[in-house]
Protein backbone atom coordinates (compact mmCIF):
# COMPACT_ATOMS: atom_id res chain seq x y z
CA UNK A 1 0.00 0.00 0.00
CA UNK A 2 1.47 3.15 -0.99
CA UNK A 3 2.38 5.57 1.77
CA UNK A 4 0.63 9.20 2.88
CA UNK A 5 3.39 11.26 2.42
CA UNK A 6 3.79 15.25 2.81
CA UNK A 7 6.66 17.26 1.69
CA UNK A 8 8.25 19.56 4.01
CA UNK A 9 6.23 18.35 7.46
CA UNK A 10 7.64 19.19 10.55
CA UNK A 11 8.07 15.54 11.69
CA UNK A 12 8.46 16.22 15.45
CA UNK A 13 4.78 17.89 14.71
CA UNK A 14 2.79 15.36 12.96
CA UNK A 15 1.83 11.82 12.87
CA UNK A 16 0.88 11.68 9.43
CA UNK A 17 -2.40 9.34 8.53
CA UNK A 18 -3.53 8.05 5.42
CA UNK A 19 -5.47 9.88 3.80
CA UNK A 20 -8.28 6.56 4.08
CA UNK A 21 -7.96 7.26 7.82
CA UNK A 22 -9.50 10.59 7.33
CA UNK A 23 -12.82 10.96 8.89
CA UNK A 24 -14.05 13.99 6.88
CA UNK A 25 -13.74 13.17 2.92
CA UNK A 26 -12.67 16.62 1.66
CA UNK A 27 -12.34 15.77 -1.46
CA UNK A 28 -16.46 15.31 -1.38
CA UNK A 29 -17.06 18.05 0.84
CA UNK A 30 -15.36 20.92 -0.81
CA UNK A 31 -15.19 22.00 -4.32
CA UNK A 32 -11.90 21.82 -6.15
CA UNK A 33 -10.45 25.09 -5.19
CA UNK A 34 -11.69 24.92 -1.37
CA UNK A 35 -9.91 21.73 -1.34
CA UNK A 36 -6.30 23.10 -2.94
CA UNK A 37 -6.62 25.67 0.07
CA UNK A 38 -7.72 23.22 2.62
CA UNK A 39 -5.30 20.66 1.81
CA UNK A 40 -1.67 23.19 1.09
CA UNK A 41 -0.05 22.97 4.26
CA UNK A 42 3.44 24.33 4.59
CA UNK A 43 4.12 27.40 2.82
CA UNK A 44 3.09 30.94 3.18
CA UNK A 45 -0.42 31.15 0.89
CA UNK A 46 -2.60 33.36 0.02
CA UNK A 47 -6.59 32.59 -0.17
CA UNK A 48 -8.55 35.12 -2.72
CA UNK A 49 -12.41 34.44 -1.46
CA UNK A 50 -15.06 36.67 -2.47
CA UNK A 51 -18.30 37.10 -0.68
CA UNK A 52 -20.37 33.96 -1.07
CA UNK A 53 -17.33 31.64 -2.03
CA UNK A 54 -17.41 29.93 0.83
CA UNK A 55 -14.38 31.39 2.79
CA UNK A 56 -15.56 30.55 6.35
CA UNK A 57 -16.24 26.90 4.79
CA UNK A 58 -12.66 26.44 3.95
CA UNK A 59 -10.66 28.30 7.13
CA UNK A 60 -12.84 25.66 9.04
CA UNK A 61 -12.38 22.77 7.12
CA UNK A 62 -8.62 23.72 7.09
CA UNK A 63 -8.60 23.87 10.60
CA UNK A 64 -9.88 20.08 10.81
CA UNK A 65 -7.49 19.31 7.89
CA UNK A 66 -4.76 20.20 9.84
CA UNK A 67 -5.48 18.69 13.34
CA UNK A 68 -6.61 15.49 11.19
CA UNK A 69 -3.32 15.36 10.22
CA UNK A 70 -1.80 15.37 13.19
CA UNK A 71 -0.66 18.93 13.96
CA UNK A 72 -0.83 19.50 17.96
CA UNK A 73 -4.16 21.93 18.18
CA UNK A 74 -2.15 24.30 20.46
CA UNK A 75 0.17 25.04 17.58
CA UNK A 76 -2.25 26.20 15.14
CA UNK A 77 -2.99 30.17 15.56
CA UNK A 78 -6.32 31.55 14.35
CA UNK A 79 -6.23 35.51 13.84
CA UNK A 80 -10.07 37.16 13.12
CA UNK A 81 -11.35 40.75 13.74
CA UNK A 82 -14.12 39.77 16.65
CA UNK A 83 -13.82 37.00 19.23
CA UNK A 84 -16.91 35.48 18.24
CA UNK A 85 -15.65 35.14 14.50
CA UNK A 86 -12.79 32.65 16.49
CA UNK A 87 -15.29 31.42 18.79
CA UNK A 88 -17.73 30.41 15.48
CA UNK A 89 -15.36 28.54 13.05
CA UNK A 90 -13.60 26.65 16.13
CA UNK A 91 -16.76 25.91 17.03
CA UNK A 92 -17.71 24.77 13.37
CA UNK A 93 -14.73 23.41 13.40
CA UNK A 94 -15.12 21.05 16.49
CA UNK A 95 -18.51 19.72 15.68
CA UNK A 96 -17.12 19.17 12.04
CA UNK A 97 -14.08 16.85 13.49
CA UNK A 98 -14.34 16.54 17.28
CA UNK A 99 -13.24 19.27 20.27
CA UNK A 100 -9.26 19.21 19.63
CA UNK A 101 -10.23 22.00 17.53
CA UNK A 102 -11.65 23.86 20.08
CA UNK A 103 -7.93 23.96 21.50
CA UNK A 104 -6.93 25.99 18.94
CA UNK A 105 -5.54 29.80 19.89
CA UNK A 106 -8.10 32.06 18.34
CA UNK A 107 -9.09 35.37 18.69
CA UNK A 108 -8.37 38.67 17.57
CA UNK A 109 -5.07 40.27 17.09
CA UNK A 110 -5.67 42.14 20.02
CA UNK A 111 -6.92 39.57 22.56
CA UNK A 112 -3.39 37.69 21.00
CA UNK A 113 -1.28 40.39 21.85
CA UNK A 114 -2.85 41.24 24.82
CA UNK A 115 -1.95 37.45 26.23
CA UNK A 116 1.69 37.69 25.29
CA UNK A 117 2.23 40.82 26.66
CA UNK A 118 0.63 40.17 29.93
CA UNK A 119 4.11 37.89 30.13
CA UNK A 120 6.90 39.58 28.20
CA UNK A 121 5.26 43.02 28.87
CA UNK A 122 8.54 43.88 31.88
CA UNK A 123 10.83 43.20 28.43
CA UNK A 124 9.59 46.53 27.27
CA UNK A 125 9.40 48.74 31.35
CA UNK A 126 5.71 47.75 31.85
CA UNK A 127 4.53 45.66 34.70
CA UNK A 128 2.61 42.47 33.62
CA UNK A 129 -0.71 44.05 35.06
CA UNK A 130 -1.06 46.95 33.02
CA UNK A 131 -4.26 48.47 32.35
CA UNK A 132 -6.00 48.83 28.87
CA UNK A 133 -7.75 51.99 28.04
CA UNK A 134 -10.78 51.80 25.56
CA UNK A 135 -11.42 54.72 23.13
CA UNK A 136 -13.37 56.68 25.61
CA UNK A 137 -10.82 56.30 28.20
CA UNK A 138 -7.80 57.22 25.96
CA UNK A 139 -9.81 60.14 24.75
CA UNK A 140 -10.34 61.32 28.28
CA UNK A 141 -6.58 61.39 28.82
CA UNK A 142 -6.06 63.03 25.69
CA UNK A 143 -8.14 65.56 26.77
CA UNK A 144 -6.50 65.84 30.51
CA UNK A 145 -3.16 66.58 28.61
CA UNK A 146 -4.95 69.11 26.08
CA UNK A 147 -6.38 70.82 29.63
CA UNK A 148 -3.14 71.01 31.42
CA UNK A 149 -1.17 72.67 28.29
CA UNK A 150 -3.58 75.11 27.95
CA UNK A 151 -4.72 74.12 24.64
CA UNK A 152 -8.22 73.83 26.02
CA UNK A 153 -8.62 77.59 26.03
CA UNK A 154 -6.65 79.23 23.36
CA UNK A 155 -8.53 81.86 20.64
CA UNK A 156 -7.91 79.57 18.28
CA UNK A 157 -9.72 76.47 17.95
CA UNK A 158 -7.83 73.66 18.56
CA UNK A 159 -8.81 69.50 17.64
CA UNK A 160 -11.53 68.12 19.82
CA UNK A 161 -10.20 65.02 22.17
CA UNK A 162 -12.22 62.69 19.44
CA UNK A 163 -10.04 64.38 16.84
CA UNK A 164 -6.68 64.06 18.34
CA UNK A 165 -7.43 60.25 19.22
CA UNK A 166 -8.15 59.79 16.08
CA UNK A 167 -5.17 61.61 14.11
CA UNK A 168 -2.98 59.42 16.50
CA UNK A 169 -4.59 56.13 16.15
CA UNK A 170 -3.81 56.29 12.31
CA UNK A 171 -0.48 57.70 12.60
CA UNK A 172 0.02 54.28 14.53
CA UNK A 173 -1.87 52.17 12.15
CA UNK A 174 -0.57 53.35 9.24
CA UNK A 175 2.59 54.14 10.32
CA UNK A 176 2.53 57.54 8.74
CA UNK A 177 3.98 60.80 10.15
CA UNK A 178 1.39 63.30 11.90
CA UNK A 179 2.12 65.98 9.68
CA UNK A 180 0.98 63.99 6.46
CA UNK A 181 -2.36 62.96 7.68
CA UNK A 182 -3.00 66.57 8.94
CA UNK A 183 -2.38 67.75 5.50
CA UNK A 184 -5.07 65.24 4.15
CA UNK A 185 -7.48 64.64 6.98
CA UNK A 186 -6.80 68.54 8.68
CA UNK A 187 -5.50 70.71 6.94
CA UNK A 188 -6.94 73.71 9.06
CA UNK A 189 -4.82 72.33 11.64
CA UNK A 190 -1.99 72.26 10.35
CA UNK A 191 -0.35 75.53 11.18
CA UNK A 192 -0.95 73.92 15.24
CA UNK A 193 1.04 70.45 14.36
CA UNK A 194 3.77 71.93 16.91
CA UNK A 195 1.21 71.82 19.79
CA UNK A 196 -0.41 68.56 18.50
CA UNK A 197 2.67 66.84 18.62
CA UNK A 198 2.77 67.94 22.14
CA UNK A 199 -0.11 66.71 22.87
CA UNK A 200 0.50 63.01 21.83
CA UNK A 201 4.31 62.84 23.42
CA UNK A 202 2.11 64.27 26.85
CA UNK A 203 -0.18 61.38 25.81
CA UNK A 204 2.32 58.88 25.80
CA UNK A 205 4.57 60.05 28.83
CA UNK A 206 1.58 59.85 30.59
CA UNK A 207 0.37 56.16 29.63
CA UNK A 208 3.69 54.70 30.33
CA UNK A 209 4.18 56.86 33.79
CA UNK A 210 0.37 54.97 35.02
CA UNK A 211 1.37 51.64 33.43
CA UNK A 212 -1.57 52.00 31.02
CA UNK A 213 -1.55 50.75 27.10
CA UNK A 214 -4.41 51.69 24.72
CA UNK A 215 -6.03 49.37 21.39
CA UNK A 216 -2.89 50.38 19.54
CA UNK A 217 -0.50 50.09 21.91
CA UNK A 218 -1.22 46.46 22.22
CA UNK A 219 -0.48 46.17 18.64
CA UNK A 220 2.72 48.32 18.35
CA UNK A 221 4.06 46.79 21.91
CA UNK A 222 3.79 43.19 20.74
CA UNK A 223 5.65 44.18 17.34
CA UNK A 224 7.82 46.12 18.96
CA UNK A 225 8.83 43.01 21.40
CA UNK A 226 9.12 40.46 18.62
CA UNK A 227 11.40 42.79 17.12
CA UNK A 228 13.80 43.46 19.63
CA UNK A 229 13.60 40.25 21.50
CA UNK A 230 15.00 37.61 19.55
CA UNK A 231 14.47 34.74 21.83
CA UNK A 232 10.45 35.87 22.51
CA UNK A 233 10.20 35.81 18.82
CA UNK A 234 11.91 32.54 17.94
CA UNK A 235 10.16 30.76 21.20
CA UNK A 236 6.45 32.00 19.73
CA UNK A 237 7.51 31.35 16.04
CA UNK A 238 8.07 27.68 17.30
CA UNK A 239 5.30 27.10 19.44
CA UNK A 240 2.59 28.56 16.61
CA UNK A 241 3.56 26.20 13.99
CA UNK A 242 0.35 27.17 11.57
CA UNK A 243 -0.69 30.80 11.28
CA UNK A 244 -4.06 31.73 9.74
CA UNK A 245 -5.55 35.13 9.17
CA UNK A 246 -9.05 35.97 7.91
CA UNK A 247 -9.93 38.88 6.45
CA UNK A 248 -6.63 40.21 5.52
CA UNK A 249 -7.65 42.60 3.54
CA UNK A 250 -8.98 44.39 6.88
CA UNK A 251 -5.61 44.50 8.74
CA UNK A 252 -2.97 47.81 8.98
CA UNK A 253 0.50 48.00 8.64
CA UNK A 254 1.52 46.50 11.96
CA UNK A 255 -0.88 43.79 11.83
CA UNK A 256 1.08 42.75 8.51
CA UNK A 257 4.22 43.30 10.56
CA UNK A 258 3.07 41.09 13.22
CA UNK A 259 2.09 38.14 10.52
CA UNK A 260 5.34 38.03 8.98
CA UNK A 261 7.57 38.36 12.62
CA UNK A 262 5.07 35.38 14.11
CA UNK A 263 5.46 32.82 10.97
CA UNK A 264 9.46 34.11 10.24
CA UNK A 265 11.04 30.59 11.03
CA UNK A 266 8.41 28.05 9.33
CA UNK A 267 6.56 30.63 6.84
CA UNK A 268 3.73 28.64 7.25
CA UNK A 269 1.28 31.08 6.48
CA UNK A 270 -2.09 31.46 5.29
CA UNK A 271 -4.01 34.41 4.84
CA UNK A 272 -7.45 34.82 3.68
CA UNK A 273 -8.98 37.91 2.21
CA UNK A 274 -11.30 39.61 -0.76
CA UNK A 275 -9.56 41.83 -2.95
CA UNK A 276 -12.68 43.92 -3.68
CA UNK A 277 -13.78 45.19 -0.38
CA UNK A 278 -12.43 46.72 3.01
CA UNK A 279 -14.23 47.67 5.64
CA UNK A 280 -11.82 49.19 8.22
CA UNK A 281 -10.21 51.41 6.48
CA UNK A 282 -11.19 53.92 9.21
CA UNK A 283 -9.02 51.86 11.36
CA UNK A 284 -5.91 52.21 9.45
CA UNK A 285 -6.25 49.18 7.25
CA UNK A 286 -4.69 48.75 3.96
CA UNK A 287 -6.14 46.74 0.83
CA UNK A 288 -2.27 46.90 -0.44
CA UNK A 289 -1.72 44.17 2.40
CA UNK A 290 -3.49 41.18 1.16
CA UNK A 291 -1.86 42.97 -3.32
CA UNK A 292 1.94 42.98 -1.81
CA UNK A 293 1.34 39.71 -0.33
CA UNK A 294 3.21 38.25 -3.04
CA UNK A 295 5.86 40.81 -3.34
CA UNK A 296 6.32 39.61 0.90
CA UNK A 297 6.34 35.58 0.14
CA UNK A 298 7.50 35.29 -3.59
CA UNK A 299 7.04 31.75 -3.33
CA UNK A 300 3.23 32.42 -2.11
CA UNK A 301 0.72 29.80 -3.75
CA UNK A 302 -2.51 31.48 -4.99
CA UNK A 303 -5.64 29.92 -4.58
CA UNK A 304 -8.92 31.49 -5.69
CA UNK A 305 -12.29 31.08 -4.69
CA UNK A 306 -15.14 31.81 -7.21
CA UNK A 307 -17.47 29.70 -7.50
CA UNK A 308 -20.21 32.14 -5.75
CA UNK A 309 -23.21 30.09 -3.95
CA UNK A 310 -25.29 33.07 -2.89
CA UNK A 311 -25.90 35.10 -5.84
CA UNK A 312 -27.31 34.05 -9.03
CA UNK A 313 -24.73 35.40 -11.98
CA UNK A 314 -26.93 38.16 -13.36
CA UNK A 315 -26.39 39.93 -10.17
CA UNK A 316 -22.39 38.88 -10.56
CA UNK A 317 -22.47 40.32 -13.42
CA UNK A 318 -23.45 43.50 -12.21
CA UNK A 319 -21.52 43.54 -9.13
CA UNK A 320 -18.22 42.66 -11.39
CA UNK A 321 -18.73 45.28 -13.66
CA UNK A 322 -19.72 47.79 -11.22
CA UNK A 323 -15.66 46.66 -9.75
CA UNK A 324 -14.32 46.99 -13.17
CA UNK A 325 -15.71 50.98 -13.42
CA UNK A 326 -14.67 51.61 -10.11
CA UNK A 327 -11.14 50.07 -10.43
CA UNK A 328 -11.16 52.50 -13.98
CA UNK A 329 -12.01 55.58 -12.04
CA UNK A 330 -9.14 54.90 -9.16
CA UNK A 331 -6.94 54.98 -11.88
CA UNK A 332 -7.92 58.17 -13.87
Known amino acids: MKKFTLKQLPSDNLHLVH ?16 HEAVTSVNGPHLIIAGAGTGKTRTVVYRVAYLVELGVK ?8 FTRKAAQDMLRRAAILLDSRCEQISGGTFHSFANSILRRYATRLGYEANFTILDQGDAEDVINLIRTRLKFDSREKRFPRKEALY ?86 NRVQAELVKLLSYKHRNIMVVGDDAQCIYSFRGSTIKNIMTFPEEFPDCKIVKLEENFRSTQPILNLANEILKRGSVGSQT
Do not use: C, W
Not at 73 to 80: A, F, K
Not at 212 to 225: C, G, I, P, R, S
Open 19 to 34: PQRFRIDYKKELNAAQ
Open 73 to 80: PDSILLLT
Open 166 to 251: DLYSRAVNTMTPTKELLAVDYPQYLEQETEIQLVHTGYVQYKRANNLMDYDDLLVNFALLLKQDEGIRAVLSDRYKYVMVDEYQDT
